[in-house]
């Protein structure tokens, strides 16, 4: 096994590890409570932001990944 294979394997697993993070700090940054039926919309916007950025970066990372691992070794 070459040590293109072996980056592109962990860019791939850390990839996925940091998508994960984000999309739960999407939905743990989102509430709503309805109270007397009013609907409260609690939210964390910058904690969102954070989330979207983790997933930015994992989509990077993921496809950093795949062009290592299709990469022909010269």
Do not use: H
Not at 29 to 40: C, F, H, W, Y
């Amino acid at each position: 096994m070459n040590t293109n294979r072996i980056i592109g394997i962990v860019l791939i697993i850390v990839s996925l590890f940091i998508g994960y993070t984000g999309i739960n700090k999407i939905s743990q940054n989102d509430a709503s409570v309805k109270v007397l039926g009013l609907k409260i919309d609690a939210s964390n916007e910058s904690g969102k932001n954070q989330g979207f950025i983790y997933i930015g970066i994992a989509a990077i990372m993921f496809i950093g990944g795949i062009v290592t691992l299709n990469k022909k070794q010269a």
